[in-house]
């Protein structure tokens, strides 16, 4: 099994304390860095029930997501070699499918910030959120379709209209509790959002929820879900349950 259960590297200087995967019974573990930068857990799970849980203390400003609305978009011939990836197709976004629609419904918008902030709206607005619609197997397209899905399917849509449109945007996972908002009688804390490269910079945008957000815990990114997997596994295997949370502790 790989797991991405460790705190992205752009977050461990804030953590008080330390930031261990604890399996049970337990086995030996090797880590590694992926070719996204992503800290990964890998070791041989023994046949019958294991258990994984990571938990840790991390300090935040307590500030929303970043906002810049003068933010601009660039030429393609003009962004970073490294951003380049992200605008090309992925598994999960099939850029080759949405790029007419994309075109179509957002070409007259103004490039950068406007442009990426209407693709949010609209994705946030076409799909109706619930626990109950996931599917490992959705795309960007067959959630443009089908017009139900989880965080993910939000992300891996809103992802794939702005590579359509050239904006460079990645996939990313991580802690997100209810801080500033009312609180979740069903709190699932692990959630999908992702980065678009506009103004110069990595800006983070939330299609589900659709408003900055206090509190966010980077894990892991990528160019969609099957880079950024809670656990992959290499063999047959049962998921018993799961569970995920995130509470405030003020200082």
Same mark, same amino acid.
């Given at each position: ?47 019958? @029930? ?22 601009? @978009? ?35 918008? #103004? ?7 209407? #693709? ?5 607005? /076409? ?17 443009? @379709? ?20 050239? #904006? ?64 992959? /596994? ?15 502790? @003020?200082?």
């Amino acid at each position: 099994m790989i797991a991405h259960l460790s705190i992205h590297e752009s977050r461990v200087p804030d953590l008080a304390g330390s930031d261990k995967l604890a399996i049970h019974p337990p086995v030996s573990v090797s880590q590694y860095r992926d070719g996204f930068g992503n800290k990964v857990s890998r070791f041989v799970a023994p046949a019958g @029930q294991i258990r994984l849980s990571a938990d840790m203390l991390i300090d935040d400003p307590g500030t929303p997501d970043l906002c810049v609305p003068d933010a601009r @978009q660039h030429e393609i011939s003009d962004l970073p070699d490294e951003t380049l990836r992200f605008v090309l197709g992925s598994r999960y976004c099939e850029t080759d499918r949405m790029v007419e629609i994309a075109w179509a419904r957002f070409g007259p918008v #103004i490039g950068g910030w406007n442009r990426v902030q209407a #693709i949010c709206a609209f994705t946030h607005e /076409h799909i109706k959120f619930g626990y109950h619609f996931a599917r490992n197997t959705r795309t960007a397209f067959e959630a443009y @379709q089908e017009r139900v899905g989880v965080c993910r399917d939000f992300a891996h849509l809103a992802v794939t209209l702005c590579r359509c449109m050239n #904006i460079p945007a990645r996939y990313c996972t991580g802690y997100l509790g209810d801080i500033g908002v009312p609180k979740d009688p069903a709190p699932m804390d692990f959630s999908a959002w992702f980065e678009a490269y506009i103004g110069g910079q990595w800006l983070t945008f939330d299609a589900r929820h659709n408003i900055p957000r206090i509190g966010r815990v980077l894990v892991a990114r990528g160019m969609d879900a099957a880079d950024t997997a809670i656990t992959t /596994h290499f063999g047959a295997h049962t998921l018993d349950g799961f569970r995920v949370w995130t509470d405030e502790v @003020q200082a």
